[in-house]
């Protein structure tokens, strides 16, 4: 099996210059993800002015894991919605 096509990029994330190695055809997801965490990390550099920025990166770092969290544990449930809604047809067609 070939390796995927890697590229290289440079993204930066507040004041700090990262250079990565990443699959070609991913490197749109990396680059909208360092979107994601620096408006993370400026909306609580802006309600909490007077942190440190290694308080700001750990407030940033809670958030995104929070949403990866809900995220996770509302896609568990989609399938399950989808039963749910599938079975109240079925009931519905059945009583009429």
């Known amino acids: 099996m070939t390796e995927p096509r890697k590229q290289h990029i440079t993204l930066q994330l507040d004041a700090?210059?990262?250079?990565?190695?990443?699959?070609?055809?991913?490197?749109?997801?990396?680059?909208?993800?360092?979107?994601?965490?620096?408006?993370?990390?400026r909306h609580y550099q802006k309600i909490a002015p007077n942190r440190s920025a290694?308080?700001?990166?750990?407030?940033?770092?809670?958030?995104?894991?929070?949403?990866?969290?809900?995220d996770a544990h509302a896609n568990r449930l989609q399938p399950i919605d989808e039963k749910i809604q599938e079975l109240n047809k079925l009931i519905l067609q059945q009583i009429k």
């Open 54 to 70: 290694e308080q700001l990166w750990v407030y940033v770092a809670l958030d995104m894991a929070v949403n990866l969290t809900a």
């Open 16 to 41: 700090h210059h990262i250079s990565l190695n990443v699959p070609a055809d991913m490197e749109h997801l990396y680059r909208k993800a360092a979107e994601m965490i620096n408006e993370r990390y």
